[in-house]
Every structure is written in structure tokens, then in C-alpha cells.
């Protein structure tokens, strides 16, 4: 039995989440899978049974930023030494150089980036150079691969496994109690649209252009579904065929009430609806800034599996719309989707590759790559103390890069429930249990693997007064 920690990023929905819920999955029973999250989605991963532990992103503004990556080693430390982790599997496209610091002082543990390709030609570069930070890289592969023309496949220093997909270890309802459960019509034709959380790119023009096709040119209904973690929703008028449907997670146990789908083109949309046997039109997001959903939708094109269009171009979406409206082209698309249901393996061929390599890896003495990484990182840090806040906007700004934000919040730690911290002081909560709205809130939360040990609460709460302004 290896004890596995499942580490993700923030990202911008719940892609990273759901791929490492997919893989937690698939290591039980036979090992102990634990998620460690920076996505405020955590609570509906651990809805299907996991255990797990949120951490605030660097981008919540409660933290001091040049500290955030210290809060994050620390944050890793403990819980890998509270569950006995003998792997760390890291979900992302950018490695935080706080998992860099984790790994030069657990050097029994061995670290694996789980790293999905279809970057965009150019794009995001940079982060390949923390491949040091790990002692293994894993690639799942991506139906749209032929079309992956990123620097990732090429390397030689990872294994490649079969597309990830929560259809593995996820047993969808039969077509009858899905339509039951979500309360949609028997006999009727559904379409899902199911955008994406609008976090990067427009989900209200292109929902608006599809819910528009579709009620004018055919009579189907309309199952729009809105993530739990969604920023924006497609906006539909009123009619007895739009049937809205909020915070189902996850979607796949849903999929045989649907009989087409008109979707986002990232790689868990792509990996669970194609599977699935819906005929689909992928409708690519032209703003996201590594993944290359362009390439993946076009190629699934070409090849006769899907339709696409951009989310940029109304025509185009109405156009693909015009096609599916079609009998024949729906079943054509329907049978070639069906037929790639085989290749989903990846999560068990990554689940077994992370928990063997666990089991037999060696004490690393030195980890040259993350010393290199991180002394750029030491001089980067001097320079910032140097420049302070406001010098370092002003080169940041020069450089296009994010603005420095975030500073020491003043808080009042609560156990349990939220209550007024008073009209200085934010309430920070520590509590095993947790919501996505919660997470979602202006309201400090440091949430608690539940039943952990005392020893790691009190840890816990060490690292609250090292890294908040505490008063009362």
C-alpha cells in the first residue's frame, strides 16, 4: 500500500481537480490517496468519498505574496508528514516554487508532476524548467494529440499513459434516473451546453449564440448546465424547453440523459463527453493561455469524431449547430465518439506508475534541479525586498507581468462557523468542514484534513500566527 498526496493547482475551473479525482479514484482501495488543493472546488471532489485539504492560492489576498510560497512549503510539509505520503503528485502547468522548497526537505518522498501537453506553441515555456523540481513526469495522452505540436511530448524525461478521464472509476446513471434525477423530459431530444466556468474567455456569447440555434432550428431542449465554481453562465431567455442545471458534479454520472452536447474543448470536457458517444461540437476557447484548444478541437474534426467552431466566431458556431441538426451527421459523430470509450485508461496506468514509483524510491540526497530553480528565485526575492511593493508593480508593469498583491490579513482565528471578526479584523475559520461557497468568500478559511492528528492541529495553527497577523 502507498500513501499518495494529490496536489493541484488553482486553475481556472475544475479541470486539474477532476483529472487528480479521477486518478485518486483509481488508487483506491489498494493505496491511500489523499487530495491537496488550491481550487476552492475541493468540496466536490471529496463529495465522491476522498479525503482532502483546501490551501488558499496565492491569489487570495490574505497572505503576504513574497510569503505565500513559504506558506505553501510548510502547508505541504505537514500534511505530507500527518498522512505519510511517500508520493506527491502535482497537477498543473506551473509548479510553484513552494513545492520546489517541499521537495528539498522531503527527500524520502518522491514528487511527480502530472503534466497534461496540448500547450500552445510558445507558450508558457518557462515552467518546463521546473521539471527539476520532480523526480518523474507524467503525460496522459489527449485524443487531439495528433495535433500537439507543444515541446512537451518531445521530452525525454516523462511516461506517457493513456487519456485520464473520470468515465474510468465514475459509473454514469442509466438514461432513465439521470433524466429522473435532473428532472428533464423523457421523450424529448436534449442538448447540453456546458461552456466552461467562464474564468478565460466568453461562456455568454457563445451560450447565447447556440441556445438561440438551437430553439429556432430544431426542437430539442436545452439542458445548460452552470459549475459549482463558475464566474459567468450562459444566459437564456425563458421557454418551457431551457432546463438549467447548477453545481452537478460530476457531470459524467449524468451523460446518458443528454443525446448532444455543444461543449467547451479542454482536455476533461473533450475525454469525458467524446467517450461518452455524444455527438458534440467543441467550441474552442481562443483566450486560454497554455492550452491549446484550438488544435484539439480541429483535429477531432478532422477526423470525423466531433465538430468545431471558436468561441470567438458566432458563424462558426451557428454552422456546426446547422450540421448536428442533422440525423445522419449526429450518428456518423456519435458512433466514431463511442469508439474511442476504450482508450480511457489513464487514470489507472498513472495511478499504478505514481504508487509503484512511491513504493520503491530511493532517498533522494541531492535535488540539483531545485537548488538551481530556487537560487534564481533567492536573488528574485532579494530584488522585490530591495524595490519594495510599489517599485516592483512598476517593473511588473513594464514586463506585462500580474501585479505583487496580497498582504497579511488581520484576523481573529474562530473554530467551526463564520462570525464578525470585528470592524478591523477579518474571522479566519479553522474547520474540517467546508463548502465551495465558503471558499469562494472574501472570508479567510484554513480548512482541516479531517481527523487529523492533534500534533498536526496544533502545527496547523502554528503556521496561522506565522503567516497571518493574529490579534485577540
Known sequence: MTNVLLVTSNGVGMGHLTRQAAVALALGPRHTPTLFSLSPGLPLATGMGLAGEYCPSYDRPWIEGREWHDYLKDRLIAIVEETGAEAVLFDGVAPYPGIGMASLRLRDVAFIWL????????????????????????????????????????????????????????????????????????????????????????VVGPGRV??????????????????????????????????????????????????????????????????????????????????????????????????????????????ALAQLAEPSVRDSLAKRAAETRSAM?????????????????????????????????????????????????????????????????EVVVVDGSPRDGGEESLPLVMSEEVTTAMLQSDMPVEHMLPGASDAYRRRRRELVDTYYDVVG
Do not use: C
Not at 121 to 131: D, E, F, H, S, V
Not at 221 to 248: C, F, Q
Not at 264 to 293: C, F
Open 115 to 202: 503534466r497534461r501537453g496540448m500547450w500552445q506553441p510558445g507558450a508558457n515555456t518557462r515552467q518546463l524548467r521546473k521539471a527539476g523540481y520532480f523526480d518523474l513526469i507524467i503525460e496522459p495522452e489527449d485524443l487531439g494529440g495528433p495535433a500537439d505540436i507543444s515541446p512537451t511530448p518531445t521530452r525525454g524525461d516523462l511516461v506517457q499513459v493513456a487519456p485520464i478521464s473520470l468515465l474510468e472509476v465514475v459509473e454514469p446513471l442509466s438514461r432513465e434516473e439521470a433524466r429522473r434525477t435532473l428532472g428533464l423530459p423523457d421523450d424529448a431530444t436534449i442538448a447540453v451546453i456546458t461552456l466552461g466556468s467562464g474564468m478565460l474567455g466568453d
Open 210 to 319: 447556440a441556445t438561440e440555434e438551437i430553439l429556432r432550428s430544431t426542437d430539442w431542449h436545452l439542458a445548460i448546465i452552470r459549475p459549482a465554481v463558475a464566474r459567468a453562465e450562459v444566459l437564456a431567455e425563458e421557454s418551457d424547453r431551457i432546463h438549467h442545471i447548477k453545481g452537478v458534479y460530476p457531470l459524467v454520472s449524468y451523460l446518458n440523459a443528454f443525446d448532444v452536447a455543444v461543449s467547451s474543448a479542454g482536455y476533461n470536457a473533450v475525454h469525458e463527453l467524446i467517450p461518452a458517444g455524444l455527438a458534440t461540437v467543441l467550441v474552442a476557447n481562443v483566450s486560454t493561455r497554455t492550452d491549446d484548444q484550438r488544435a484539439r478541437a480541429r483535429n477531432l474534426a478532422d477526423r470525423g469524431i466531433a465538430l468545431a467552431a471558436e468561441d470567438s466566431d458566432p458563424s462558426g458556431i451557428r454552422n
Open 345 to 409: 485508461r489513464g487514470a489507472h496506468e498513472a495511478a499504478t506508475v505514481t504508487a509503484e514509483f512511491g513504493e520503491r524510491f530511493e532517498r533522494m540526497e541531492q535535488r540539483f534541479g531545485v537548488s538551481a530553480s530556487l537560487q534564481v528565485r533567492k536573488v528574485k526575492e532579494w530584488l522585490k525586498g530591495v524595490l519594495g511593493r510599489e517599485g516592483t508593480n512598476r517593473v511588473r508593469r513594464v514586463l506585462g507581468r500580474p501585479l505583487m498583491e496580497g498582504r497579511r490579513a
